[in-house]
């Protein structure tokens, strides 16, 4: 089976510029969370939507936006971009195990984003 | 003070040493915690999940988890050189998911 499918797997954008980033989840899964990654750090959470409907958001600004789509598939969209969302930005996708204490997360491959 | 915390290494043990990683969180509600592997210029990998106190095995990998304490640790028998990555301490609570900045290992051979 298929893992977690980002794409593109490398962007380069200018200042103030709009970006997608698109993610499939692994068969069966559900819930998809997307990840900013900055270099020397641990990813920082964005968002997970479940069934099509957001369940939490980071501490980010209004220029992000996500959506998740009947497939369960999910873009992540970021406008206005700075020079500072320069950053790999992951998507992790779950069941998610309902009832249970935890959401195991499997991470895509990432695509790196470079902001000129 | 950082919600997850870990030391930044770098670590560094011979070839077959025990590696030993740390990790320490704030929210005492959180509810999971997970360890992930992550190669330079790569995502990060599951490694492992653990809920309950106490230490779960898995091959060469052992998670201990000292809710009390709000401490996780990994342990990483028989260390390979290909052990040497960054390791990622997570803590998950509602449908919030937060790292550490990461360990990074070197498993000198």
């Known amino acids: 089976d298929a893992g977690v499918t980002q794409s593109p797997t490398h962007l380069i954008k200018t200042r103030g510029q709009h970006v997608t980033l698109r993610c499939s989840p692994i068969s069966g899964h559900k819930s998809v969370s997307w990840y900013q990654q900055v270099l020397g750090q641990g990813p920082q959470f964005i968002f997970q939507y479940y069934e099509k409907e957001e369940r939490g958001r980071g501490n980010f600004p209004d220029r992000f936006s996500a959506r998740q789509f009947p497939n369960y598939s999910s873009e992540l969209n970021v406008n206005a971009l700075l020079l500072g969302d320069s950053a790999l930005y992951l998507c992790?996708?779950?069941?998610?195990?309902?009832?249970?204490?935890?959401?195991?997360?499997?991470f895509g491959p990432g695509t790196r984003l470079t902001v000129l | 003070q950082k919600e997850v915390e870990q030391n930044s290494g770098p670590l560094s043990v011979p070839e077959g040493a025990i590696a030993s990683l740390n990790c320490t969180y704030s929210d005492r509600v959180s509810q999971s915690f997970f360890w992930y592997r992550q190669y330079s210029g790569k995502s990060p990998e599951l490694i492992m999940s653990?809920?309950?106190?106490g230490d779960k095995e898995d091959g060469r990998f052992t998670a201990q988890l000292n809710k009390a304490s709000q401490y996780v640790s990994l342990l990483i028998r028989d260390s390979q050189p290909s052990d040497s990555a960054t390791y990622l301490c997570?803590?998950?609570?509602?449908?919030?998911?937060?790292f550490g900045a990461g360990t990074r290992l070197t498993v000198k051979p």
């Open positions: 997570a803590a998950y609570n509602n449908n919030d998911m937060r």
């Open positions: 653990i809920y309950s106190n």
């Open positions: 992790a996708s779950s069941l998610p195990q309902a009832g249970g204490p935890g959401d195991t997360q499997y």
